[in-house]
C-alpha cells in the first residue's frame, strides 16, 4: 500500500477503480473514529457509486491510494452507507471545527487533515492544515494558515461535535439537487434539520424536488409553517402540491394561505386533480407564446437555465390569455422544429397540430402511452374547452410509475412498476 500522504479535500472526488482497472465510484468522504492518546484511525471512505448512492468502503480493501485515483481489491458491500456511533466524516464533520494549540497560543480553524499510513500499516490522520485568527481589520484579509499534528492541538468541545451547519452547507454548494438530498437523507435526522435550516429556500426546495415524499413532510414539518410556505413558494407547483396531498386537510389550508398568492393558485388548481391522473402529474407552467411570435422570441424563452429540460423541449401555442388555463390550444412547436427555421419566422406557420392532447382527467397509464409511442417529453394537457392547463413530462410519469424506493435501489432488481395498467408501457421505455 502507498505511504503517500493524502490531503482529504483532494482525495475526495477521486474515481475508486477495481484491480482489472474498472471504475467502481468516486471518494466523497472519509471515515474516522477518535481514540484517546492516539490520532483519528481512519476506518473507511464513503464512496459514491452508480444511482448517487452512498456505500461504505472499508480501508482495509483499499490497495492503494495514489494521485488521483484509489485502487481497491474489488470487494464492496453496496448497501447505503450508515453512519455508527464513535464514527466522524472528515468533510461533513472534522473540517470547519474550531481547535485550540496545546501551547497556549490561541486557536485555528480546520481547513483541511491529511490521512498517511503508520508503522504499523494502519491508516490515520497525519498533519491538520489550519487557517488562525486574521490579523487585518480588512474584510478581504485572511488568517495565516499553519500545518499542525493532532497531538499540537485539542478540541473545546467533546470529540465527534459536528461542524457548524453554516460551514457544511458551505461544502455542499457545488452539489446537483438530486446529489444535495442524496446527501442530506445520509445525515443523522438532528444533523439533517440543522442543515436544512441554512440552506436558503430556494436551494432546499430544489433538494426536496429529489427526494421521497414521506422526507419531504418530515422536514417542512420540522422547519415550521412559515418556513416550510416559502420553500413550498420556491418547489414546482406539481411537486408542492404533491407534498400538501400528504398533509391533514386543516395544515395544507394553512400553509397555501401562508404562500404567495399566485402560487398558492397555481397548487390548488392540481389538488383538484387525483394523482393517478395528467392533471396530478402535469406543471401548470409550460411555456405558452401567441401564434404571432417568431421562432426567435420562443429560443430565449427556452434557454433559460432555470427550466428544466422536458419543458424546454417544446412551447404550446394558444390563444389569448396566455397563462393556464389560456385560450384554445391550436399546438405544439418542437424545440428541433424552430432550429430549422429563421429567427424571424412566425410560430403559426409551423405547428404541429397533428398530436392529440390529453384530458387533465387521462390515466397515468396513457400519458406513458402517449408518450412512449410517439416519442415525446411532454404533452399538452387540457381542459373540456380545450384550453390548456398545462403540460405533463416524462420525468413526472417515471416518478409516478416507479416504485416509492426507486432513489434509493440497490439495482439487484429490476424495478417493477407499481400500476398494473402500465406494464405493457414499461418495455417502451
Same mark, same amino acid.
Not at 500499516?121 to 486574521?134: A, M, N, V, Y
Not at 422547519?223 to 391533514?248: F, K, S, T, Y
Not at 401562508?258 to 393558485?265: I, K
Not at 424545440?335 to 397515468?364: C, K, N
Given at each position: 500500500m502507498s505511504t503517500q500522504r493524502v490531503f482529504v479535500a483532494r482525495l475526495v472526488g477521486c474515481t475508486v477503480f477495481d484491480p482489472a482497472g474498472d471504475r467502481l465510484g468516486k471518494v466523497r468522504d472519509v471515515v474516522v473514529i477518535y481514540r484517546k492518546d492516539d490520532p483519528p484511525r481512519v476506518v473507511g471512505l464513503v464512496v459514491e457509486i452508480p444511482g448517487r448512492r452512498h456505500v461504505f468502503l472499508s480501508i482495509g480493501r483499499v490497495t492503494s491510494i495514489q494521485s488521483g485515483q484509489v485502487i481497491t481489491t474489488g470487494l464492496i458491500n453496496v448497501r447505503r452507507f450508515q453512519q455508527r456511533g464513535g464514527e466522524v466524516r472528515v468533510m461533513s464533520e472534522l473540517l470547519g471545527r474550531k481547535v485550540y494549540f496545546t501551547d497556549g497560543s490561541g486557536h485555528a480553524v480546520i481547513e483541511d487533515a491529511a490521512i498517511e499510513r503508520n508503522r504499523l500499516g494502519e491508516w490515520d490522520i497525519g498533519q491538520l492544515f489550519l487557517r488562525k485568527p486574521k490579523t487585518s481589520a480588512s474584510p478581504f484579509a485572511k488568517g495565516p494558515t499553519t500545518f499542525a499534528t493532532w497531538s499540537d492541538v485539542r478540541? &473545546? $468541545? +467533546? =470529540?465527534?461535535?459536528? &461542524?457548524?451547519?453554516? &460551514?457544511? +452547507?458551505?461544502?455542499?454548494? *457545488?452539489?446537483?439537487?438530486?446529489? @444535495?438530498?442524496?446527501? /442530506?437523507?445520509?445525515? %443523522?435526522?438532528?444533523?439533517?434539520? #440543522?442543515?436544512?435550516? #441554512?440552506?436558503s429556500d430556494d436551494r432546499l426546495?430544489?433538494? /426536496? *424536488?429529489?427526494?421521497? #415524499?414521506?422526507?419531504q413532510v418530515h422536514i417542512l414539518e420540522a422547519l415550521g409553517d412559515e418556513r416550510a410556505a416559502d420553500i413550498l413558494d420556491q418547489m414546482e407547483p406539481d411537486d408542492a402540491a404533491d407534498v400538501l396531498a400528504q398533509l391533514p386537510e386543516d395544515q395544507r389550508e394553512e400553509l397555501l394561505e401562508l404562500m404567495e398568492p399566485e402560487e398558492a393558485e397555481d397548487v390548488r388548481a392540481l389538488l383538484k386533480y387525483g394523482p393517478d391522473t395528467a392533471g396530478g402529474l402535469m406543471t401548470s407552467e409550460p411555456i405558452v407564446l401567441s401564434a404571432d411570435a417568431t421562432v426567435a422570441e420562443a429560443l430565449a424563452l427556452i434557454r433559460r437555465h432555470e427550466l428544466h429540460p422536458a419543458l424546454a $423541449?417544446?412551447?404550446? +401555442?394558444?390563444? %389569448? =390569455?396566455? *397563462?393556464? %388555463?389560456?385560450?384554445?390550444? /391550436?399546438?405544439?412547436?418542437?424545440?428541433q422544429r424552430m432550429l430549422r427555421y429563421p429567427p424571424h419566422e412566425r410560430l403559426g406557420a409551423i405547428i404541429d397540430d397533428t398530436l392529440d392532447p390529453v384530458t387533465a382527467t387521462a390515466?397515468? $397509464?396513457? +400519458?406513458?402511452?402517449? /408518450?412512449?409511442?410517439?416519442?415525446?417529453?411532454?404533452? %399538452?394537457?387540457?381542459? &373540456?374547452?380545450?384550453? @390548456?392547463?398545462?403540460?405533463v413530462s416524462v420525468d413526472d410519469v417515471l416518478d409516478y410509475l416507479l416504485p416509492d424506493d426507486w432513489r434509493s435501489h440497490d439495482g439487484d432488481h429490476e424495478p417493477v412498476l407499481t400500476t398494473p395498467q402500465a406494464a405493457p408501457v414499461r418495455r417502451r421505455f
Amino acid at each position: 500500500m502507498s505511504t503517500q500522504r493524502v490531503f482529504v479535500a483532494r482525495l475526495v472526488g477521486c474515481t475508486v477503480f477495481d484491480p482489472a482497472g474498472d471504475r467502481l465510484g468516486k471518494v466523497r468522504d472519509v471515515v474516522v473514529i477518535y481514540r484517546k492518546d492516539d490520532p483519528p484511525r481512519v476506518v473507511g471512505l464513503v464512496v459514491e457509486i452508480p444511482g448517487r448512492r452512498h456505500v461504505f468502503l472499508s480501508i482495509g480493501r483499499v490497495t492503494s491510494i495514489q494521485s488521483g485515483q484509489v485502487i481497491t481489491t474489488g470487494l464492496i458491500n453496496v448497501r447505503r452507507f450508515q453512519q455508527r456511533g464513535g464514527e466522524v466524516r472528515v468533510m461533513s464533520e472534522l473540517l470547519g471545527r474550531k481547535v485550540y494549540f496545546t501551547d497556549g497560543s490561541g486557536h485555528a480553524v480546520i481547513e483541511d487533515a491529511a490521512i498517511e499510513r503508520n508503522r504499523l500499516g494502519e491508516w490515520d490522520i497525519g498533519q491538520l492544515f489550519l487557517r488562525k485568527p486574521k490579523t487585518s481589520a480588512s474584510p478581504f484579509a485572511k488568517g495565516p494558515t499553519t500545518f499542525a499534528t493532532w497531538s499540537d492541538v485539542r478540541e &473545546q $468541545a +467533546v =470529540p465527534g461535535e459536528s &461542524q457548524s451547519a453554516e &460551514q457544511l +452547507v458551505a461544502t455542499f454548494s *457545488e452539489l446537483k439537487a438530486a446529489d @444535495l438530498a442524496n446527501t /442530506l437523507l445520509d445525515l %443523522p435526522d438532528e444533523r439533517l434539520l #440543522e442543515v436544512a435550516e #441554512e440552506l436558503s429556500d430556494d436551494r432546499l426546495a430544489d433538494a /426536496l *424536488e429529489e427526494m421521497p #415524499e414521506d422526507d419531504q413532510v418530515h422536514i417542512l414539518e420540522a422547519l415550521g409553517d412559515e418556513r416550510a410556505a416559502d420553500i413550498l413558494d420556491q418547489m414546482e407547483p406539481d411537486d408542492a402540491a404533491d407534498v400538501l396531498a400528504q398533509l391533514p386537510e386543516d395544515q395544507r389550508e394553512e400553509l397555501l394561505e401562508l404562500m404567495e398568492p399566485e402560487e398558492a393558485e397555481d397548487v390548488r388548481a392540481l389538488l383538484k386533480y387525483g394523482p393517478d391522473t395528467a392533471g396530478g402529474l402535469m406543471t401548470s407552467e409550460p411555456i405558452v407564446l401567441s401564434a404571432d411570435a417568431t421562432v426567435a422570441e420562443a429560443l430565449a424563452l427556452i434557454r433559460r437555465h432555470e427550466l428544466h429540460p422536458a419543458l424546454a $423541449a417544446a412551447v404550446f +401555442v394558444t390563444l %389569448p =390569455p396566455y *397563462e393556464t %388555463p389560456t385560450g384554445r390550444l /391550436l399546438g405544439t412547436v418542437h424545440f428541433q422544429r424552430m432550429l430549422r427555421y429563421p429567427p424571424h419566422e412566425r410560430l403559426g406557420a409551423i405547428i404541429d397540430d397533428t398530436l392529440d392532447p390529453v384530458t387533465a382527467t387521462a390515466s397515468a $397509464a396513457e +400519458v406513458a402511452r402517449l /408518450l412512449a409511442s410517439y416519442n415525446l417529453v411532454s404533452l %399538452p394537457v387540457v381542459d &373540456q374547452a380545450r384550453r @390548456l392547463v398545462g403540460a405533463v413530462s416524462v420525468d413526472d410519469v417515471l416518478d409516478y410509475l416507479l416504485p416509492d424506493d426507486w432513489r434509493s435501489h440497490d439495482g439487484d432488481h429490476e424495478p417493477v412498476l407499481t400500476t398494473p395498467q402500465a406494464a405493457p408501457v414499461r418495455r417502451r421505455f
